[in-house]
């Protein structure tokens, strides 16, 4: 099957400075991926859509300066979190697809981040 | 805007017992709907409905899609221990957004 794996698996960070959230899709080309958001007890709200050599569409409410998303191969996406905040820790959780809609999404492992 | 209701939100029962799950949905332009299970880290695909009143099966469970009335069951029979999790439904549009939109999800414990 497909594997999608995400590092690291958890981060604690001071308020104030940025992290790095790694997706990569480790046995296929993922065209598309997405970056997902999840709050204790609450669902996956999705943040941003990346498709690789282009910039990302990020949904409404999510701002796009502060979650820099970069999706430069078909194997990585990143997420950078900047001037992070109390109120940014979450759970955040990477999926790549292989191709258009229709496709499955492989969910990565997700990413625990706690900003102090 | 889309938008995934599921029910109930947690649900306790013994081991052996069946449970079923209920997903109802709005969506524009319905592509497909999808049930994942959730432990403690990202989900887990279970099923991908697209067409309706097919049953869809994996070991002892199964799903169906009825895309007149909106909705979609999860069936787990014979539950044991390791069916707790959370069960999420999410629906992908064929138009417009890209992603999946998700429900809250079903909070199911299965009791020795």
């Known amino acids: 099957g497909a594997v999608v794996s995400q590092h690291p698996s958890w981060v604690i960070c001071k308020s104030g400075t940025s992290v790095k959230i790694e997706c990569r899709s480790l046995?296929?080309?993922?065209?598309?991926m997405f970056w997902y958001r999840q709050f204790p007890k609450q669902s996956l709200m999705l943040m941003a859509t990346?498709?690789?050599?282009?910039?990302?569409?990020?949904e409404q409410g999510v701002e796009k300066d502060k979650f820099l998303i970069n999706h430069a191969s078909l194997t990585l996406s990143t997420l950078t979190v900047t001037s992070a905040h109390p109120e940014d820790s979450s759970f955040y959780i990477c999926?790549?697809?292989?191709?258009?809609?229709?496709?499955?999404?492989?969910f990565g492992p997700g990413t625990r981040l706690t900003v102090l | 805007e889309d938008k995934v209701v599921q029910s109930p939100l947690s649900l306790v029962v013994h081991e052996g017992d069946t449970v079923t799950l209920n997903c109802s949905y709005e969506?524009?332009?319905?592509?497909?709907l999808l049930w994942y299970k959730q432990e403690k880290k990202a989900p887990t695909f279970l099923f991908m409905l697209?067409?309706?009143?097919i049953e869809k099966k994996s070991g002892r469970l199964s799903s169906i899609l009825d895309k007149k009335e909106l909705f979609s069951i999860l069936n787990i029979t014979a539950t044991q221990t390791g069916d707790s999790a959370v069960y999420l439904c999410?629906?992908?549009?064929?138009?417009?957004?890209?992603?999946?939109?998700f429900g809250k999800g079903t909070h199911l414990i299965i009791q020795p």
């Open positions: 990346s498709n690789e050599g282009s910039k990302a569409t990020y």
């Open positions: 046995d296929f080309q993922a065209t598309t």
């Open positions: 999926s790549a697809r292989r191709g258009g809609k229709g496709y499955e999404q492989f």
């Open positions: 999410a629906v992908e549009s064929g138009g417009g957004a890209d992603g999946l939109t």
């Open positions: 969506v524009t332009n319905f592509r497909s």
């Open positions: 697209t067409s309706s009143g």
